[in-house]
């Protein structure tokens, strides 16, 4: 079973940055996309960036021009730098993972809270 291990989460004042980390393991087979969502209270799951083994990404119009995803393949490793952060950004941000043979993996989630 695949394990998601994330970090980097926390308070922030509004204007401030995190760097999100997500380290897999046990993965069986090769990871394709990587990316992260989040969930504010009362609201539904939402992409917020997606980077693919081949290097493309794509972010959520909310998020562009402030959050840059990357990876690191040889560590099973993807990040998520956030800057300029916003109060809407609250909420409980998770990992996920999809296997080149089509398995998914979530992470159990970091809570960022943007709040003066």
């Known amino acids: 079973q695949v394990v998601l291990v994330e970090s980097g989460g926390g308070l922030v004042q509004p204007g401030g940055s995190l760097r999100l980390a997500c380290e897999a393991s046990?993965?069986?087979?090769?990871?394709?996309?990587m990316g992260w969502y989040r969930q504010a209270p009362g609201k539904t799951r939402e992409l917020v960036a997606a980077?693919?083994?081949?290097?493309?990404?794509n972010y959520a119009d909310s998020v562009k021009g402030r959050f840059t995803i990357s990876r690191d393949s040889t560590k099973n490793t993807v990040y998520l730098q956030m800057n300029n952060l916003k109060p809407e950004d609250t909420a409980v941000y998770y990992c996920?993972?999809?296997?080149?043979?089509?398995?998914?993996?979530w992470g159990h989630g970091t809570q960022v809270t943007v709040s003066s």
């Open positions: 996920r993972i999809q296997e080149t043979v089509g398995f998914v993996s």
């Open positions: 046990r993965n069986r087979f090769s990871i394709n996309d």
């Open positions: 980077i693919h083994s081949v290097g493309g990404t």
